[in-house]
């Protein structure tokens, strides 16, 4: 049978094809029914623009029930799926595209690269002629589900690097498929569920996370565009699952309207991509009488860990690992540690990528032998097996459960005339966990730099949330014996 995800969809569909799967609060609607049509539709559009099994799909479109389709699409046409975060600079854009190579490009309107080298770009809305939806609203509405194998690519999602360089992290059908079996489980989804998805479709959590979970519960979606704590109080109450990052949940909280009564009608709130503090876990079960469910995932594995649904959800911990799913604690050489002791975080199951996207060496250099990953988490495991993360030996910072890896900003900020060396770094922050901050050393001779024109040139060649949101000029950069910069100091003493 073939293993294609969107088969496996297919397959949980509910009988009533009328049933809603996804409803925006502007009263747009898309039934399982139109799930069927539009995605047979847009199929055999990608088809026409020349678009083959295994070819990738790159897309950097706003949040909307199309992009979602175009997504279902490509699973159903046995495309490779590529979204990109549409907070990317056109010079990032055309980073990956160069690397990713795509069959067509598809991206919102009036932001068309000029790269005359792309083979195919089409906007996304029917708002004109030449878009995507447009060439679909005139193809048939049937397509087969093109045959996939379980290790054949689904998705690529580029992630950066502690070298400044993105990689994609390739995904298989049989990956998402195990990874949303496992949790559609653990989380208990059943009759009557409704999910209310605040999170962005670019990323693993919102499009994977939220979105595998209820198509194999064949329910229904309260589609926000972005989060709004306003928007969030006016719709729980329709709601019974919501997933979030920290940053969403201290928001929340910040809300007045938000109380025990709006979530009367809930029965999980998920956290993750980024550490939920404990002050956080305990302010919103006093408020709501809710605890709140934290998971540990990452792109390279969708979701490896879960508190549980029955069970004592500790404050703090990340949970066991979710069925399938094997987890070790390992030196830097890859010796198992013993229960409780903090070390190098590896997993292993049938969620684990298959590589990086044309980097073999990049690949065997994260993967052990007997094909244990290195995730770049410190943990510890207890004697109950739930897991306590404790660092990162990768140099990365999550502002609001967006990774930004410094070599990156580095390089940019370098590049700033009158900067001799620069150091990027996390510093604490109430609202997005970590904040992105830059110890900068200017040129001797050079003319003082003031902080407003160093995060004015990050911002034109990055995305906004990876510029720095603090500055501190110094003389020098703390170096240990070894010639490395001590960004722990940096925290301590910037912090
Ligand atoms: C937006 N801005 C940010 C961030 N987001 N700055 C720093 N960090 C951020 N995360 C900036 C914008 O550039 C803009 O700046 C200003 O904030 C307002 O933009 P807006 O879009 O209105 O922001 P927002 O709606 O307040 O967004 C904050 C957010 C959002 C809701 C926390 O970033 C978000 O949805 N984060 C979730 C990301 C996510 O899905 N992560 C999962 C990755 P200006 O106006 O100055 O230009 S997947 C993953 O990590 C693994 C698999 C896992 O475990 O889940
Ligand atoms: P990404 O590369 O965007 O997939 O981010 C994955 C990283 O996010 C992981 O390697 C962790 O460092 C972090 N992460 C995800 N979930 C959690 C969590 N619940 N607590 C702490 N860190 C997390």
Excluded at 89 to 108: Q, W
Excluded at 173 to 187: D, E, S, T
Excluded at 453 to 470: M, S
Excluded at 473 to 478: E, S, V
Aim: charged content about 25%; hydrophobic content about 40%; glycine content about 12%.
């Amino acid at each position: 049978m073939s293993a294609n995800l969107y088969a496996l969809f297919r397959e949980r569909f509910p009988a009533d094809l009328s049933a809603r799967f996804l409803e925006t609060p502007g009263g747009g609607i898309v039934d399982y029914a139109g799930v069927e049509g539009e995605t047979a539709k847009l199929a055999n559009a990608l088809g026409a623009l020349g678009v083959r099994p295994g070819d990738r799909v790159a897309v950097q479109v706003e949040k909307s029930p199309e992009a979602v389709l175009l997504y279902l699409a490509c699973l159903r046409a046995g495309a490779v799926f590529l979204p990109l975060n549409t907070a990317y600079r056109a010079e990032e854009v055309d980073g990956l595209l160069r690397d990713a190579e795509p069959a067509l490009f598809v991206c919102a309107a009036g932001s068309e690269p000029t790269s005359s080298w792309l083979p195919c770009i089409r906007t996304l809305a029917a708002d004109g002629s030449g878009s995507l939806a447009s060439e679909a609203r005139v193809a048939a509405d049937e397509h087969a589900v093109v045959d996939r194998g379980a290790d054949q690519a689904a998705v690529i999602l580029y992630t950066s690097g502690t070298t400044g360089r993105s990689k994609g992290a390739v995904l298989s059908h049989g990956n998402l498929a195990a990874n949303a079996r496992a949790l559609h489980r653990a989380w208990g989804f059943g009759p009557g569920d409704v999910l209310l998805h605040v999170l962005p479709v670019y990323h693993a959590h919102g499009l994977f996370v939220a979105l595998h979970t209820t198509l194999l519960n064949g329910s229904g979606v309260i589609f926000l565009p972005r989060f709004d704590t306003g928007v969030v109080c006016d719709w729980l109450p329709r709601a019974t699952v919501m997933m979030g990052v920290p940053t969403h949940y201290v928001r929340l909280l910040r809300e007045e309207r938000f109380d025990a009564a709006r979530c009367r009608g809930m029965r999980l709130f998920v956290s993750g991509s980024a550490p939920l503090r404990q002050e956080t876990f305990e302010r919103f079960r006093e408020r709501t009488g809710h605890t709140i469910l934290e998971r540990y995932g990452m792109t390279e594995t969708g979701m490896n860990t879960s508190n549980p649904l029955e069970g004592e959800r500790v404050a703090g911990s990340v949970g066991p690992a979710l069925p399938g799913v094997e987890l070790r604690v390992c030196d830097e050489h890859g010796r198992e540690l013993s229960a409780g002791e903090v070390g190098g975080l590896e997993v292993r199951g049938p969620n684990v990528f298959r590589e990086y996207w044309r980097m073999p060496e990049k690949t065997r250099s994260e993967f052990r032998d007997g094909g244990w990953f290195i995730t770049g988490d410190l943990a510890r495991i207890d004697e109950r097996g739930y897991v306590y993360l404790a660092g990162r030996s990768k140099d990365l910072i999550i502002s609001g459960g967006l990774n930004v890896y410094p070599k990156e900003v580095e390089l940019v900020l370098d590049s700033l005339p009158g900067v001799l060396e620069t150091a990027v770094f996390g510093l604490e922050d109430a609202d997005l966990g970590e904040a992105v901050s830059a110890a900068v050393v200017c040129e001797p001779q050079a003319g003082a730099l003031s902080a407003e024109q160093v995060i004015a040139h990050a911002r034109k060649h990055l995305a906004a949330f990876k510029a720095p949101r603090r500055v501190f000029f110094l003389g020098g950069l703390p170096r240990n014996a070894m010639g490395k910069v001590q960004k722990a100091r940096l925290r301590d003493e910037l912090g």
